[in-house]
């Protein structure tokens, strides 16, 4: 295929390391995308062509050179991936320097703070999810509704709260401490920070215990240690509802966990819904990449690239690295244009160039992209969706280990 | 003009225009007469009449309102020749027609829309204009009944204490003149509000929150006013998520409880939530003097008082309650009261519960200064080029960091024990003014806190050798000019995950 004939898109995805699990479902989900958009006949004729470069631990340094690379040797026109925790924001510079379009899921609050900080110069950088942020707050609305429709009845008013050490636990970690108190909660001390995360979760379990919360959330995210510390509680189970951070809701948390899952709580900012569209999208994703593989992180880059390809089309066509006139006509239909899929609806704030979550920062549903809570289930079974409506297709059950 | 030239204008002319035999029938129209009645299959049937021509334009939706004008009917037609027709397209057209000698008749049809819409612009304008001025009427004759009293107070006690004779005179009537200001000031926001809802000014904005939100306010903005009357104020939390405008509410249970504490000399005043179905009913009770049953409907007028003995000693403007009651029909919330003479009583208002999913916490904008990882740490900049320091302190302050400065490095302890906290990272510049270097100034900062604190070194100085001794001192270097990005990372590391920092571990 000739360079003219079509659009490089950089992916930078965490192919190796302890990400590699989410990693190659972005890679798939991106890919799966392309294949269906040059199918249907690319972005104005022209068909798009991906470049993935791995980010393994995901360190500054090394996602600013996977940009560099993506820009100068690829000449890509945009880089849609999912989440790099680490580079601190470190690779929007060469993207700003460029003036191509980079959407990504980070998740972080930050983004808020660089975008708004110069929007001119960072107009093409867009978080697709919203920032981790919403999950404190909107964790702490979702055990006040439970608590308030009497679907549970907390035996005392306290939280528990365990963070991991990087940013984005410590944020989620922060923001739930912070609106406790308007809802009716009190955190038992401030957030335990776990520094650096062993394989034992037991001291900790142990302080818990001694503190008595009818709540324990873990804001750390990672998968392996996620699994160790449900493992580990469910040893000697405390009379407490268990939140845990996105992680635990791979479908590799419950392999690792498997009936010792069932009960537990996990949010997620940005998530397949169970809707039509949500199933739709599952089933094709499961029969193009196997059962085991998990159409709740593939959804993600999918959905930012069939957005990135309408907003593209409305504008007359993408822009090579240098081209900020059609690149800035692109952000601006990326702004202008809601797109539902499979993940609910991506629909940049306008300010913070960050998908706006729903309800924690709108109330309507079709223009928020929904923070869903799952409840486990058996290690076989689908995790039930229970909030927020009108997504939500399952109801709360009290967790078994809960008297 | 000869009789084809009339014809032409007549055919021309972009109103309709038709003539009608003496029996009524139409006779000949003109192209805009036709197309303004296109409610037939072809052209206007010749020989119809104008009642059924209009009767026509109703059955088929042409003109959807039709209402007859003053003038004139015709012997023939029994048919107004004045009319309008509001047409289904949105416009509006007038129907005039004049008697010629020979009994027929000749009706004009011309768009008057913009005309109408014009007369009812205008209209309002004249409403609102003459409101305007009735409320300006109001204001003055309120300001004037009310302010009058004080005032008058005022200039009398002016006169005492220019004549006292004792300090304690003096300060007697001081006390008074500060009362009377207080007066005029809680009479001129009273009327200021009122003001604003007589000129429509007030837009609600409905927002779910915590009613706890509230609660707390008021609790602490009438806490000390109770204390001071030697009454109890009692608030009962509530958990309830409630859908309402947030100020507004505040302000119609501020004048409940103002209200209440005034009235009440022994006792105590309650502030508590009830639900009630799907609304939350949050009252004010009091143990105060109560009110006659006579007045519970009027103690919401405007300038209303029980007794004129009353306005004197409790310094009642009696626009409080109106006022509330004029935001609570803003919000759609209804109040209620109960009350027993002697015994107390009773406000309410009943709000809608909300979705608690929905909550808004009225935050402003969700920044890095409300929930970034950074929140509530304090940093210590040790940098003597203002510019720099003015840039990294704002960079710090949108990441929510209290930022410390020290601005001598003579008397280091002397500037550490003015700090207004212990900080939680030091950031230096590697060479201070005065050949100072920072890593010694962080030293002996260090051995004076408490608890040490980590540091960050900046320098514009890239010789590898500099930049290895400072880092074999224990500190972590940044280069001049340090992006936000890389900071961020340097200050994360050294935070919250110190094994990531060669330098220190």
Known sequence: ?403 | MGKTELGKAFLCIRHGVALWSNKNELRVCNDAFEKRFDCFCGPIPKGISLSRLVERAEQTGLVVHNEAGDGAETSASNCSLERTLFFSDGTIWKLEGWETDDDSVITLCRDVTDEVRNAQVLERATETALQADRTKSRFLRAANHDLRQPLASLKILIYNCISARSEEEREQALHAMDVSVSIMEDLLGALLNIGQLDAGRITPNIQTFQASSILERLRLQFDHQAREKGIELKVVPSKIAIESDRALLERILANFVGNAIRYTDVGRVLIGCRRYGTKLRISVLDTGCGIDPQFHETIFDEFFRVTDEQRERQHSLGLGLNIAKRLAEIIKHPINVASTLGKGSTFSIDVPIGNILHSNLGEPEISERIGGEFVGLSCLILEDDIHLRDALSALLDRWGITVLTIDSFEDVEAAVRSLKEQPDIIISDYRLRGGVQGTDVVGRINDLLEKPCPAIVVTADTSPPLIESIRAQGYPVLIKPVSPPGLRIVMHNILFEPEFVPEIS
């Open chain 1, 1 to 403: 295929m000739k360079e003219s004939d079509s659009i490089p898109i950089g992916s930078m995805v965490p192919l190796t390391g302890i990400s590699a699990n989410d990693g190659r479902e972005f890679r798939n989900g991106l890919q799966m995308a392309i294949d269906e958009v040059n199918a249907q006949g690319g972005i104005l004729g022209k068909q798009l062509q991906p470049h993935f470069i791995d980010t393994g631990n995901q360190t500054a340094p090394v996602l600013v050179r996977a940009a560099r690379t993506l820009i100068s040797e690829h000449r890509v026109h945009a880089i849609i991936n999912g989440y790099n925790i680490g580079s601190q924001n470190s690779e929007y510079e060469p993207v700003a320097d460029a003036g191509i379009i980079y959407i990504h899921h980070n998740t972080l609050l930050q983004h808020h703070d660089t975008v708004t900080s110069d929007p001119s110069r960072y107009f093409g950088c867009f978080m697709s999810d919203p920032a981790e942020y919403w999950y404190g707050q909107g964790f702490i609305k979702f055990i006040s509704w439970l608590r308030d429709t009497g679907q549970w009845k907390p035996r005392n008013r306290k939280i528990g709260i365990i963070s991991g050490p990087k940013p984005y636990s410590i944020v989620i970690a922060n923001a739930m401490a912070s609106v406790s108190a308007q809802f009716g909660w009190q955190i038992v001390r401030p957030p335990s920070m776990v520094r650096s995360v062993t394989n034992d979760w037991r001291p900790i379990i142990e302080n818990m215990r001694e503190l008595d919360p009818s709540v324990i959330a873990v804001t750390h995210y990672h998968i392996g240690d996620l699994a160790r510390f449900q493992l580990q509680f469910m040893s000697a189970p405390l009379d407490s509802l268990v939140y845990l951070q996105y992680g635990a809701m791979h479908r590799s948390f419950s392999s690792i966990v498997g009936e010792s899952a069932r009960g537990v709580i996990v949010g997620t900012v940005i998530g397949l819904l169970h809707d039509e569209k949500g199933r739709d999208f599952a089933l094709r994703y499961r029969q193009r990449f196997g059962p085991d593989s998990t159409p709740e992180i593939g959804c993600q880059p999918y959905c930012s690239l069939r957005h990135y390809a309408i907003a593209a089309s409305v504008a007359g066509g993408t822009g090579a690295p240098g081209d900020f006139t059609a690149n800035r006509r692109v952000a601006r239909f990326l702004l202008d244009i809601p797109y539902r899929g499979a993940v609910g609806t991506i629909a940049y704030h306008p300010r913070w160039q960050a998908a706006v979550p729903y309800p924690d920062a709108t109330q309507d549903p079709s223009l928020g992209m929904p923070h869903l809570f799952y409840q486990l289930r058996g290690p076989d079974d689908p995790s039930a969706l229970i909030a927020p409506l009108p997504f939500a297709d399952s109801t709360f059950q009290l967790p078994p280990w809960v008297r």
